[in-house]
């Protein structure tokens, strides 16, 4: 319990810097608060599942494929239901214009009618029409909901990635794109978050994780005037972009998802340009109301 609690002070404590030094983002980190913080305590407290025994092809690995491709990502028993009912009050806080849905999905969820395992595309859809709800509020608790299930994974998967290099810009574990970038204070190293798990990984500053691109002609770095700490790589060939936070010292508390939301400024004027993310996320992809 008390490690469930220090893990909630110290990011409330990181938001609570984010605002300060990025007033702008008030808005937006006020409305994720709530669910980042239930997720964490969700993704560190809850139980994994029982899936398979956990294989890793070491030729494969090497070869470019995650750990995820190799073996099931989601387990049969994982705590759709327990996750998605915990999550929905959070998100209701936070993004109020989809209270409706989202009570709604909750009512359907407790009663047994919707048997919710983190539906997206397709099956979304047919979701939300058979029972009257915003595709968006679906889409959005599913996104929510997949993640806690996927830190659950990085959680017991990652320790076996630490004595294997892996070269690729997507995930060694589950294979998502990467939503943010970490230069350490006094390092020339980048460092990659996976949107999807929260894993993190060394990757090269001379290649574009999103097309392998090598032509340093063709990439460049974006920095807003007088904040040389925050920038956006960006490259020509795939025309997509990814936020950058630079020299962030040992000494500060890092966690990928606040920075992100400290830094969404930088999304808007990428977008503006014409240039895509290389991972979607809930808020480069949507606007809080």
Known sequence: MKKTADTRSRLEKIMDSAVRNN???????KAFRPVLIEKNRLAGSLA???????????????????????????????????????????????????????????????????????????????LASAHGIGEQAVLFLSHMAGRVILEMRARDWGKLLQDFTWEKGYCPLCGGAPMIAKIREGQSARILHCSQCGHEWTFSRVICPSCGNTEQKTMSYFFVEDKAQEST?????????????????????????????SLVHLDVIMQEKGYLPMASCAWNTFSPE
């Open 23 to 29: 007033p702008h983002s008030s808005d937006i980190i």
């Open 48 to 126: 994994s599942g029982d899936g398979e025994a956990l294989a890793m092809d070491e030729a494969k690995f090497r070869e470019g494929v995650p750990l995820g491709d190799q073996n099931s990502l989601f387990f049969t028993d994982d705590p759709w239901k327990t996750i998605a009912l915990t999550l929905i009050p959070e998100l209701v806080k936070g993004f109020p214009a989809l209270a409706p849905d989202l009570e709604r999905l909750q009512g359907l969820i407790e009663a047994g009618t919707v048997s919710f395992d983190g539906s997206s595309g397709a099956m979304a859809q047919e």
């Open 233 to 261: 790589f960006v490259c020509e060939r795939c025309r997509h972009y990814l936020i950058t936070a630079d020299r962030v010292s040992d000494l500060i508390d890092f966690d990928a998802d606040v920075c992100a939301l």
